[in-house]
């Protein structure tokens, strides 16, 4: 099946500082990726749907200046968590949907915890 | 069940039972809908998936069900193995959107 890898799967930073996250897909091309974030005991909340050659699409209440995505190719996009804060701690999780497959599937990550000090 | 605060809603069963675990959805418009498992520390995984012009459809012993009429998603396990033991997620899709919603999440715990 499609794979989807994250890196790094775990990080700790300093408060203040910037954090990249990379989510690629392994065996297919996806144009659209998508980040969510989860808290612990909580769902998987969409943060933005990034789109390759574009400008990713931000859900209401996200940051996009602190939030910054960029998908410059068909296999990876990333997340830069910047100016990391304490509440910025939690579970990123990538997903990426298969462009040749033309279906809704999407396939996740395994997820990169990130915890700020 | 209702997600309250910090509080996963829990469904503990015995090795071998069948589980049940449902899923309320929100949007009546939605028209595909994802089950997921997701266990600690790790991104979701597909479990099995249904569209809305059916009200069941079958996979290795899962099994989903979707009533339209209230809005209510259902996944069901046969057998049910501690391997079974994680958070479920239902995901709904709305027509001619490409995200998707999560639900709030049932923890199985599967005892042997």
């Known amino acids: 099946g499609a794979v989807v890898s994250q890196h790094p799967s775990r990080v700790i930073c300093k408060s203040g500082t910037s954090v990249k996250i990379e989510c690629r897909s392994l065996d297919f091309q996806a144009t659209t990726m998508f980040w969510y974030r989860q808290f612990p005991k909580q769902s998987l909340m969409l943060m933005a749907t990034?789109?390759?050659?574009?400008?990713?699409?931000?859900e209401q209440g996200v940051e996009k200046d602190k939030f910054l995505i960029n998908h410059a190719s068909l296999t990876l996009s990333t997340l830069t968590v910047t100016s990391a804060h304490p509440e910025d701690s939690s579970f990123y999780i990538c997903s990426a949907r298969d462009a040749a497959g033309g279906g809704d599937t999407q396939y996740f990550g395994p997820g990169t915890r990130l915890t700020v000090l | 069940g209702e997600n309250v605060g910090l509080h996963l809603p829990t469904l503990s069963v015995q090795e071998g039972d069948n589980s049940i675990i449902n899923c309320a959805y929100s949007n009546s418009a939605s028209d595909y809908f994802i089950w997921y498992k997701q266990e600690s520390g790790k991104g979701p995984q597909f479990i099995i998936d249904i569209r809305s012009n059916m009200d069941k459809r079958q996979g290795q012993r899962v099994t989903v069900l979707l009533n339209k009429t209230v809005k209510h998603l259902s996944l069901q396990i046969a057998a049910t193995q501690p391997g079974d033991s994680a958070v479920y997620f239902c995901a709904e899709m709305g027509p001619g959107y490409s995200t998707l919603t999560f639900g709030k999440g049932t923890m199985l715990l599967v005892s042997p």
């Open positions: 990034s789109n390759e050659g574009s400008k990713a699409t931000y």
